[in-house]
């Protein structure tokens, strides 16, 4: 088992930056892709930005240039440095783990993003 706490949600004005964390209870070893997604009042929940354990990053075409993951080892935690906010970027975001050994997928409890003026 696998717990993932986020954190770094908020309220913002337009334009201005956040950052999500999203803490892993234990390291991964083996192949694995970390991501975040978001659900809006009344809409799917959508990709927002993966990453994967050996590195390579997918963005949604809505946020790309707008937004970036990361990733440090060693305190097994993905980040999401989210610029250049939007009224539209207001949702529920999401972390996820999906481990390919296993094929166990893992979702933190959600951290409300708020982008108003």
């Known amino acids: 088992q696998v717990q993932l706490v986020e954190s770094g949600g908020g309220l913002v004005q337009p334009g201005g930056s956040l950052r999500l964390s999203c803490a892993a209870s234990?390291?991964?070893?083996?192949?694995?892709?970390m991501g975040w997604y978001r659900q809006a009042p009344g809409k799917q929940r959508e990709l927002v930005a993966t990453?994967?354990?050996?590195?390579?990053?997918n963005y949604a075409d809505s946020v790309k240039g707008r937004f970036t993951i990361s990733r440090d080892n060693a305190k097994k935690t993905v980040y999401l440095q989210m610029n250049s906010l939007k009224p539209e970027d207001t949702a529920v975001y999401s972390c996820?783990?999906?481990?390919?050994?296993?094929?166990?997928?893992?979702w933190g409890q959600g951290t409300q993003v708020t982008v108003s003026s």
């Open positions: 990453i994967s354990s050996l590195g390579s990053t």
């Open positions: 996820n783990l999906y481990i390919y050994s296993t094929r166990d997928a893992y």
């Open positions: 234990r390291s991964i070893f083996s192949i694995y892709t």
